[in-house]
């Protein structure tokens, strides 16, 4: 798997365990085995990303299934995006503690797909627990806004529940390559919603109005079932994992994991953009 150097946008050619360009810059694998390109003048904090305790919970939750079905629909699209392509390249970018990437990997070698596959995040602590999940997946620690990969080299990028930059995400493409996207649909956990927010609004959010000068949208559906959380550990886990939990008192939040059980609609839409 090619990558572009962060400083300079040359190729970086692997030797051992250090990355390293014509001009010279250099970039050490870490212990745990991911590479961290992200330069110190593009972060926006010291610790950018989700914390320690957020990728904990969010990896704690996830691994009991209850979004298995989601991304089963995910791969199936995926795959789907990548019919004809012999030894596809594909980024997951905001891949996250790499639940679903790691899914995505394993579904690519059931149907006999060879897949280079990058999963890219910007938080250190989300990458270092994504690599604990596969060891054949290049983990790339990034900035989304200038993802470290050649221009016209993806066959297929990912973008599950992460901010949209279009250019950004368009640059390292081929022409004609799909980008699938991931968003929350109007009822998307909302027995949790309505317990924390007095007042629910509608979001309108369309990533086809904000993709639409780089992407044109080919395939839209919708994700929905229900289910159950039967403890107050996986409801505290849940909030754990979400922004909705820093916008709660301790009180407040105190009061909804004390519930040992809570009905959920898990609402989410998938839309396959095509680059052009």
Not at 75 to 83: G, W
Not at 161 to 176: D, H
Request: charged share 20%.
């Amino acid at each position: 798997m090619q990558l572009a150097c962060p400083v300079c946008k040359s190729v970086l050619l692997q030797q051992g365990k250090n990355l390293c360009c014509e001009n010279k810059h250099s970039f050490d694998a870490a212990r745990q085995g991911y590479w961290n390109l992200l330069l110190s003048h593009k972060k926006r904090s010291k610790d950018p990303g989700d914390n320690a305790e957020m990728v904990a919970a969010r990896r704690q939750f996830l691994d009991k299934g209850f979004y298995r079905s989601l991304s089963d629909q995910i791969n199936t699209l995926a795959i789907q995006a990548l019919e004809g392509c012999s030894s596809p390249t594909v980024l997951d970018m905001g891949c996250g503690e790499g639940y679903y990437t790691s899914l995505l990997d394993n579904a690519l070698k059931q149907e006999g797909i060879s897949a280079n596959i990058v999963g890219l995040d910007i938080s250190k602590h989300a990458v270092k627990a994504a690599c604990q999940r596969s060891k054949e997946i290049t983990w790339l620690v990034a900035s989304g806004a200038d993802i470290p990969i050649p221009e016209q080299s993806l066959d297929l990028q990912l973008v599950l529940f992460s901010r949209l930059m279009p250019e950004a995400f368009a640059k390292p493409m081929k022409t004609g390559a799909n980008l699938l996207v991931a968003w929350p649909a109007e009822d998307h956990l909302i027995e949790l919603r309505k317990l924390i927010y007095k007042e629910i609004k509608p979001s309108h959010f369309s990533p086809e109005n904000t993709l639409k000068e780089q992407f044109t949208l080919q395939q839209q559906e919708r994700v929905t079932y229900n289910f159950k959380l039967q403890s107050a550990d996986d409801i505290n886990t849940l909030l754990g994992m979400t922004p909705h939990s820093q916008r709660l008192s301790s009180e407040a939040k105190q009061n909804i994991c004390n519930q040992n059980e809570l009905s959920l609609t898990l609402d989410v839409n998938l839309g396959l953009f095509t680059r052009l």
